[in-house]
């Protein structure tokens, strides 16, 4: 019997020794992977750090052969030079006029779309379907010379048509919601079909409410699409009347022997991607959402 219970004591302590060494174990994992977040998060953070102080900075603190890695002086004066400078009031309105009726009509384009796809039926649907899912195979690099000539053959060069024309149709966000529209019970669209409601009618509201995070996902991704964009803005509309905030800023603080004056080039950056910072900092949750909702169903 003393044997008996003195195996089980045995067993016992070393099940404890077992789980202490476990919890041991956990606490050291949990410890190394916060710890590789952490230095993750210092080196993804750190170029922004970078520009703030930079934007606080004298340009004479700026050249110093040893950086400082914080202002002996802030500059707080350098943002309002910043916007004088480079025009930013007129570049925000030109890129936030290019950027909300671009993607007003790019969703009632992707809405219809995606609707026709997911849920009326006509021949060669599908085929249709995989045919402008292979164009995103193609670098839209390849459309530039061909978008060009027919922007200027139809006089729209150094307007602001010629920056939202051309990108109203997105094979992606078609696709994105289309998936997201797949989702909802064809039942419900049969059931609307036999009391008499029409697609419209069906679509704006039962298929929109319930697909408002991919809609939401698609308009702040086209928002900061038009906002970030600088190669074709730079190529057909480079005038001041038309020009982008991107583009506005590329030779904004640099005077006639070349020399930038980076302190307010990195206060204006900082005004520029602010709007980006809060959009992602709020909508965050509804990009993911959207995103991962239509990926459920194929």
Known sequence: ??????????????????????????????????????IMALIVLFPFYWMIISSLKTLEEYKLAIPTFFPKQIMWSNYVRAFDTANLGR??????????????????????TAFAFARLEFKGKDLLFGALLATMMIPGELFTITNYITVVKFGWYQTFTVLIVPFLVSIFYIYLLRQN???IPEELYLAAKVDGTSDIKYLWKVMIPLAMPSLISITILKMMGAWNSYIWPRLVANDDAH????????????????????????????????????????????????????????
């Open 181 to 183: 529209f797949m989702q």
């Open 243 to 298: 020009k982008m905030i991107t583009n506005g800023l590329r030779n904004a603080f640099t005077d006639a022997t070349g020399q930038a004056d980076f302190p307010l080039q990195m206060a204006a950056v900082a005004l520029v991607s602010a709007p980006l910072f809060l959009v992602f900092i709020f909508l965050r949750k509804y990009i993911m959402k959207g995103v991962s909702r239509s990926g459920i169903k194929g």
């Open 1 to 38: 019997m003393n044997t008996n219970t003195g195996i089980v004591t045995m067993h016992e302590k070393d099940m404890k020794r077992v789980q202490a060494t476990q919890k041991v174990v956990k606490v050291f994992v949990k410890i190394a992977l916060y710890t590789f977040l952490c």
């Open 91 to 112: 570049l925000f309105l030109n890129t936030m006029y290019v950027g909300i009726v671009s993607t007003l009509l790019s969703l009632v384009i992707t809405v219809l």
